[in-house]
């Protein structure tokens, strides 16, 4: 048979313990789910150097903190566009994998202070995409011609997800967005950048 628990003494239950300001920033940024882009950026990056030999350290170390960077401003860029939509108070789960970090809802973090760290992310993560651009030559080269039109995706795709205008995973396009930013994107970007060039064999991967 099942007892409850109870506090010491007064025969009431313990109140809840109530995370800390530390614990709900941590909790905004889903960081277990970093994995959805750094695994596909170092296949990107291990299968450059398998077919071509290329492997640059700094460049690889770039691209796998820009990819975490976009990620990180898109979970907190969701979860503010959500609350400020009116979603996440129309919706009660406790589903692991999907709602967001929920931590808006407490009304306990700003939501201002909540897209000044967003957007920080965003801004830091654009940086880096321009320094491996201009890395490997910019405008002037097929490289980079293809890295640039991969990071506008990518940005787009982090701003626009459910952001105003185009809020696309609210017109059914959520699925297609997420596989093709984890999958080809984030593949084709940290190859193009050790290779220089897209082969058959990234496509496929």
């Known amino acids: 048979m099942a007892t409850a628990n109870f506090s010491g003494g007064?025969?009431?239950?313990?109140?809840?313990?109530?995370?800390?300001?530390?614990?709900?920033?941590?909790?905004?940024?889903?960081?277990?789910?970093?994995?959805?882009?750094?695994?596909?950026?170092?296949?990107?990056?291990?299968?450059?150097?398998?077919?071509?030999g290329s492997f640059n350290m700094g460049l690889a170390l770039l691209t796998l903190v820009g990819v975490a960077l976009f990620q990180l401003a898109t979970n907190m860029l969701n979860d503010n566009f959500d609350f400020r939509s009116g979603n996440d108070q129309a919706v009660d789960h406790k589903n692991p994998f999907a709602g967001g970090g929920r931590v808006l809802t407490t009304g306990r973090i700003s939501l201002k202070a909540?897209?000044?760290?967003?957007?920080?992310?965003?801004?830091?993560?654009?940086?880096?995409?321009?320094?491996?651009?201009?890395?490997?030559?910019?405008?002037?080269?097929?490289?980079?011609?293809?890295?640039?039109?991969?990071?506008?995706?990518?940005?787009?795709?982090?701003?626009?997800?459910?952001?105003?205008?185009?809020?696309?995973?609210?017109?059914?396009?959520?699925?297609?967005?997420v596989g093709t930013c984890f999958g080809p994107l984030v593949v084709l970007g940290a190859y193009v950048t050790q290779a220089g060039s897209i082969s058959s064999a990234a496509v496929i991967l």
């Open 114 to 177: 909540h897209m000044a760290v967003a957007s920080g992310f965003l801004a830091a993560g654009t940086l880096i995409g321009l320094l491996i651009f201009f890395a490997i030559g910019g405008l002037s080269t097929e490289s980079g011609r293809l890295l640039l039109f991969i990071g506008l995706l990518g940005c787009g795709a982090t701003v626009f997800y459910v952001g105003p205008p185009l809020k696309l995973a609210y017109r059914g396009l959520g699925e297609v967005v």
């Open 10 to 52: 007064g025969g009431l239950p313990a109140p809840p313990v109530e995370p800390t300001q530390a614990a709900l920033w941590l909790r905004s940024l889903r960081a277990p789910f970093l994995i959805a882009s750094i695994i596909p950026a170092c296949l990107g990056i291990v299968l450059a150097y398998q077919e071509a």
